[in-house]
């Protein structure tokens, strides 16, 4: 019998100063039964940083074909595609080529430094490609707000997110690759 996902609730009160972006998110998040604590927290403080009305989770490691979280406009093109993790060469050239802007957020601690070592060569030709990267300790800070039923709020302010339960408080800040 196949696991089925962990489903999360998460009220995200957004203040985005940097693009003068406020508002309220009711969001539905399913953990892949593979997918870590972290990963999934992760994918709600990315969901924060880029956040609009029009932004949504896709079916993330289910889809081959989709990135983690995307921002499609009213003609279903791609304007924002959102990827975690470490993928090859071919998926980030089907990224570029199909979104206006990609973002890429690694996280691992050394596999993903060694990851990048081997691809930054190769990705430095697409022009519309972020990769940030994201320590570990900031992804275990994440974790301690992980719960079934969240209230969050996150602040952004000259680059920085500050994620907040009311109670714990985390600063997620990456390292630019590219």
């Known amino acids: 019998m196949a696991l089925s996902a ?3 609730k998460a009220n995200l009160s957004i203040s985005d100063m940097d693009r003068g ?6 969001l539905t998040i399913a953990q892949h039964p593979s997918e870590t604590l972290e ?14 009305e029009t932004l949504t989770f896709t079916k993330g490691l289910c889809a081959d074909d989709e990135p983690e979280i995307w921002q499609k406009n ?12 470490e993928p090859d060469e071919k998926r980030l050239k089907k990224a570029c080529g199909r979104a206006d802007a990609v973002w890429l957020y690694c996280y691992g601690g050394r596999a993903a430094e060694i990851w990048w070592q081997g691809m930054k060569g190769k ?8 990769v940030i990267n994201i320590a570990p300790a900031t992804l275990a800070g994440l974790v301690t707000l992980a719960e079934r039923g969240m209230q969050l709020t996150a602040t952004i302010q000259d680059g ?14 990456g390292e630019r690759w590219q």
């Open 6 to 8: 962990t489903i999360y």
């Open 21 to 26: 972006y406020y508002a309220e998110h009711a």
């Open 39 to 52: 990963r999934m927290m992760l994918r709600v403080a990315v969901f924060a940083l880029h956040a609009s």
């Open 74 to 85: 009213y003609s279903d093109e791609i304007e924002l595609w959102l990827d975690l993790g």
């Open 123 to 130: 990705s430095a030709r697409f022009a519309n490609l972020n």
């Open 160 to 173: 920085q997110l500050w994620l907040s339960n009311g109670e714990t408080t985390v600063l997620v800040e």
